[in-house]
Structure formats: C-alpha cells, structure tokens
Nanobody, 126 residues
Framework: QVQLVESGGGWVPAGGSLKLSCAAS????????MTWFRQAPGKERATVAAITRRSGATYYDDSVEGRFMISRDNAKNVVYLQMNSLEPEDTAVYYC???????????????????WGKGTTVIVSS
C-alpha cells in the first residue's frame, strides 16, 4: 500500500525556517511528480510547490517564491520543502502528494494527484 508520510512540522517564530520531509513507500518514486500543498485555518487547500519526477523543473506559488525550495532525493524516496523567512500567513497543515507520470511535468492541481499524505502542521507565530 502506497504511503506518503510528512514530517518536520512544528512551531517557529516569524522569520524562522523549517524543513519538511515527505517519505514515500510502496511506489516507484522516480515515476511520480511530487507536490506540496497546504491548508490554512478556514481556507481551501492550495498548491505551494511542485517538482518533476527527475527534478528537471519546479513550480512555486507566488506567495512562497524566493522563500521556499522544493527538492527530492529519488535514491531515498523523499521530497523536501525548505521553508525560509516564514510568515504567520504560512501557518497551515502541509501535505505532500504524488502523481504518476511518464513525463517530466509538474503537477499543480489537487484533483490530478494520485496519493496524499496525512499532513504535518506548521505554526508561525508573529
């Protein structure tokens, strides 16, 4: 059974940094585009960052461009989200998701994803 398990969330003061990890199992990781989404309190889930299956390209939402960096290690079956200069508006539950693809594409639409993790909570205090 495919599993995506996020970790690395927690509390951080504004301006701080966190690095999220998402470990995948029971899938051929390099066949999947990976994406981080987040859902803030009272808001809909939104795309944060995405990476192609072989790290050829990345996508960032405007709200995190220049502050967050997505990366992956296909040998370890892990995707990361390095978050710097965190703001209270970044407070959310962060989810990783996987989309199977044979193409070097980013997957940015929630309804296109094949598998989801259960999320990890990030709280940024002002």
């Amino acid at each position: 059974q495919v599993q995506l398990v996020e970790s690395g969330g927690g509390w951080v003061p504004a301006g701080g940094s966190l690095k999220l990890s998402c470990a995948a199992s029971e899938l051929t990781f390099s066949n999947y585009a990976m994406t981080w989404f987040r859902q803030a309190p009272g808001k809909e889930r939104a795309t944060v960052a995405a990476i192609t299956r072989r790290s050829g390209a990345t996508y960032y939402d405007d709200s995190v461009e220049g502050r967050f960096m997505i990366s992956r290690d296909n040998a370890k079956n892990v995707v990361y989200l390095q978050m710097n200069s965190l703001e209270p508006e970044d407070t959310a539950v962060y989810y990783c998701a996987a989309k199977e693809t044979q193409a070097e594409i980013v997957a940015i639409f929630e309804n296109h994803m094949d598998y989801w993790g259960k999320g990890t909570t990030v709280i940024v205090s002002s």
